[in-house]
């Protein structure tokens, strides 16, 4: 028998990545619509939808004022090439001055990716996305002509339902709403900078690292700390403190204990929270719960 010949010293090589929390989605319904909507206000059908609703306006009648929200916004202006995101259990109103014919596009899913509640969690409770270009536009409809073909078309579906989430998941909020933020090459208009504080401000909440928001981002490390301390004066750390010491005020003065808002607004410890709480405002969380009413 023949002795196997020793193997070339020839180092492996490996290209990838493991995730360690990977997020799940499931198409529910995609479709593409043109319908007559009536004048005034109504609720959505199947209220309150059960799942996560991407709706986007692809065109109107001429003179048709279409807007719509939740019932915390109340209806904002949807022109076209712009969609809502609306999370599960989220009631949300439509309405028009005039009656006219709506064109729009729509996808239904399931979903636990954190950005997404990320982008959604303000106090209108939705996202509001421009898409200038047209891109997510562009890939509803072509899900809705793949939906044509029924069920045995579902991965095809599915595949571009998550290239759409892909590209919010590089939205840049803008504006002052809140809820607002755009995607294409409208989301590069931010700079890298403000993209990285908003994050911040959106997640603050969460455990955050610099590795983690600057793969977010799709920069170095070392091109997000550079470029944010530039335009912020800040570094990203002394942020991130910061937004999460502004956030727990209100806490306290509603009478919350320290171990219950070290918690709700990201700090490891309730000893680490008092720690640098005295250190920013000069005073402890507890002469701040002082003043409660």
């Known amino acids: 028998m023949k002795s196997r010949p020793d193997a070339p ?13 990977p997020g799940s989605f499931l198409l529910k319904s995609c ?11 109504y609720r959505s ?7 996560w609703v991407l ?16 019932e915390a916004s109340g209806p904002v202006p949807r022109p076209v090439r712009v969609a809502h ?20 596009a729509w996808m239904i899913f399931s979903s636990d990716f954190e950005f997404l509640r990320a982008m959604v969690d303000v106090p209108a409770g939705f996202a509001r996305i421009h898409d200038p270009s047209g891109v997510v536009g562009a890939k509803l409809m072509a899900m809705a002509e793949d939906a ?20 919010l998941q590089g939205a840049a909020r803008v504006g002052e709403s809140g809820f607002d933020y755009a995607v ?5 208009h931010e700079t890298i900078g403000r993209r990285a504080l908003h994050c911040l401000e959106r997640r603050y909440r969460e455990p955050m690292s610099l590795p983690r928001i600057a793969r977010e981002l799709g920069v170095s490390v070392s091109t997000l700390e550079h470029r944010f301390r530039e335009e912020t004066g800040e570094t990203v750390v002394q942020a991130l403190r910061r937004i999460r010491l502004e956030q727990s005020r209100p806490y306290l003065i509603r009478g919350a ?3 219950e808002v070290a918690a709700a607004v990201g700090f490891s410890t309730p000893f680490y929270f008092s720690k640098v709480f005295r250190d920013h405002f000069g005073t402890s969380p507890g002469a701040c719960r002082m003043i409660a009413p």
């Open 31 to 41: 479709a593409l619509c043109d319908r007559w909507r009536p004048a005034g206000t």
């Open 85 to 104: 995101l609306y999370p599960p259990g989220t009631p949300y109103l439509e309405s028009g001055a005039t009656g006219g014919r709506v064109r729009s």
């Open 184 to 188: 294409g090459e409208a989301a590069g």
């Open 257 to 259: 204990s320290v171990k």
């Open 9 to 21: 010293a020839v180092a492996s090589s490996q290209t990838g990545f493991t995730f360690d929390a």
């Open 45 to 51: 059908k199947g209220y309150p939808p059960p799942h």
């Open 55 to 70: 709706d986007y306006s692809l065109g109107y009648a001429s003179g048709f004022d279409f807007a719509c929200g939740t």
């Open 148 to 167: 044509a073909g029924g069920s045995r078309r579902y991965c095809d579906c599915a595949a571009k339902g998550l290239e759409i989430l892909s590209v």
